[in-house]
């Protein structure tokens, strides 16, 4: 599982449309691929290439990997209102790449081209992902255009910083597959936890017990990350504190989601609380080790001469328990059960008896002993109950669309 797959199992946003502009770049290959990430997230996606993308990549490209229509140039097809399009169809578009000469027609208004005419007439939200040479990316004109842009509303999805095609390493490279996926998908929610602060807690803890083993469980953070990255899409702030394992690599470097790297069930406690403060909702998905063993030492035990030892364990602090009998008013919780139940119903009631032994506002229990379902897995099978008295069960589905859902239920709890 990686943080592409993560999202491209995301089904709530099916048959949104999104406009898809490609301007000049040796990174237009890029957004060939960002667009078979989208198709398959339902999303129907238009798109237009301007007269430099088309010396990179060909409009033939984008429709045979499912782009429908793909424009061609200004006065050029027979459709006279082409420009006009994507602002009528679209929910949001977004420029991946856009070169120099592209931000500044958005930022300047010059409709030369069918592009620059689409992001003219397009209303609704927009962003753009540059891409180019860092002297170019550098230059107090792309400087003034990105900021005049932004200032209007326009997204800028960051470049990254590195080697680029033109044998020169800085800033100006196309940001990385999940933060264009990220954003694009942001592009096309409603941002309905705008003004949330979400504290996630993910993945497992590692509780030491020599200089080199430790004590834990099979979680990856994969929930946790898809619960953190649906709250970014949806507009909330987002702090996510994860434990060891491929969880934080799930989580996409993006502006508002700040990934918080702990080990030990201690320190998980110690970043959660600092963070609880602040936060208006809690999602509580890690697999926190109830107990820790009394570490041997910082050496690592000799297992010379020994046959059989004993561990001592001491409990860990209950992360969720604790932060829940804190909670201010207006502070939102979600709690999450990983249990051996034989089936639905009796995890079902365990479900229910979580929810008050936490005191939480909604209870997310899955089966860790079922196919589909366990540590790790791409889907879960959940059995969720409401302090209001609502109870669901929910088939096998993608743990997006898992995240999504707990999102909107505790939303409205
Ligand atoms: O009691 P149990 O471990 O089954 O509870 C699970 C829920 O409590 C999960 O939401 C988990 O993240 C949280 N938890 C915690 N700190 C612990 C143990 C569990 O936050 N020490």
Redesign the pocket.
Known sequence: MDAIQLLRGLTRLKNRRLHLGVAGSVACYRSAELLRHLLACGIHVSATLTPGAKNFVTPLLFSSLGAVPVYPEMFSGEEPFAHLEPGQTCQALLVCPASAGLLARMAHGLAQDMLAAQILAFDGPVAAAPAMNTRMWNNAATRDNVALLKSRGVTIVEPDSGLMACGTSGEGRLADMPQLLAHALRLLCEQDMAGQTVLV?LGP?REPWDGVRFWSNPSTGTMGAALALCAWLRGATVHAVAGPGIGSALVPALPGLTLHQVTT?RQ??AR?SELWDTASMG????????FSPRPYGAEKFKKEGTDTFRVDFE?????????SEKKRPGQRL??????TAPDMESLMALARK?LR??D?HV?AANRVNAAGSGFGSATNAMAVAGRDGREEFWPEMGKADVAWDLCSWLLHS
């Open positions: 807690t803890t069930a998980m406690f959660a999602m509580f998905s890690a697999a926190v080790a109830d409990a860990n602090p209950d992360i969720l328990r604790t932060l979600l709690g999450f059960a990983a249990e979580k032994r936490k939480v209870l």
